[in-house]
Antibody
Framework: EVQLVESGGGLVKPGGSLRVSCAASGFTFSTYTMNWVRQAPGKGLEWVSSISSRSNYIYYVDSVKGRFTISRDNAKNSVYLQMNSLRAEDTAVYYC????????????????WGQGTTVTVSS | QSVLTQPPSASGTPGQRVTISCSGSSSNIGSNYVYWYQQLPGTPPKVLISRNNLRPSGVPDRFSGSKSGTSASLAISRLRSEDEAEYYCAAWDDSLRGYVFGSGTKVTVL
């Protein structure tokens, strides 16, 4: 069964840092682009970042550039999102999502989603 | 303000057909695949339509997708009460170099 399981969410103060993780199973992780998408309370979906299968292509939404870093470890079938200088507006459920793209065509569309991990930024 | 434009709501009675539109531009829908997601309250998004019009295994054939130029649409035929949910369209944007989503359409079964 194809599965994505996020972890690492929690409560953090403004200006603080947090790393969320996503463990993948049931498919050949190293051949897929991976994404992070977030959803603020009561709001819609917002794409955050993408990383290609061999990490050669990385993209971020403007609002997190310079603060968030996406990475992956293909040996551990995991993708990570390091979040620094957190702000209240970063409060959201963070979803990990598999992309049908890889290295040749990085972004096609997101076809498998995890259950999400909640990040709350508050003093 | 979302890059992709969806109506905020749509409704129908059981058995009816409902259509949700998604309008974009040449840099997103016009040049990349459109995906449609269904999100029930408290659950993650689930892909309904991939690559403009493909239905993943397990998705009922009541759901169908189409794309023309810079617009796409999702049709739900033979509407059922369990179709009450939020629906989002998404596509990669070549100019922004990122995914863009519609703001979501809340479907209500009357």
């Amino acid at each position: 069964e194809v599965q994505l399981v996020e972890s690492g969410g929690g409560l953090v103060k403004p200006g603080g840092s947090l790393r969320v993780s996503c463990a993948a199973s049931g498919f050949t992780f190293s051949t897929y682009t991976m994404n992070w998408v977030r959803q603020a309370p009561g709001k819609g979906l917002e794409w955050v970042s993408s990383i290609s299968s061999r990490s050669n292509y990385i993209y971020y939404v403007d609002s997190v550039k310079g603060r968030f870093t996406i990475s992956r470890d293909n040996a551990k079938n995991s993708v990570y999102l390091q979040m620094n200088s957190l702000r209240a507006e970063d409060t959201a459920v963070y979803y990990c999502a598999r992309d049908e793209g890889s290295e040749v065509l990085v972004a096609i569309g997101m076809d498998v989603w995890g259950q999400g991990t909640t990040v709350t930024v508050s003093s | 303000q979302s890059v992709l434009t969806q109506p905020p709501s749509a409704s129908g009675t059981p058995g009816q057909r409902v259509t949700i539109s998604c309008s974009g531009s040449s840099s997103n829908i016009g040049s990349n695949y459109v995906y449609w997601y269904q999100q029930l309250p408290g659950t993650p998004p689930k892909v309904l339509i991939s690559r403009n019009n493909l239905r993943p295994s397990g998705v009922p054939d009541r759901f169908s997708g189409s794309k023309s130029g810079t617009s796409a649409s999702l049709a739900i035929s033979r509407l059922r009460s369990e179709d009450e949910a939020e629906y989002y369209c998404a596509a990669w944007d070549d100019s922004l170099r990122g995914y863009v989503f519609g703001s979501g359409t809340k479907v209500t079964v009357l």
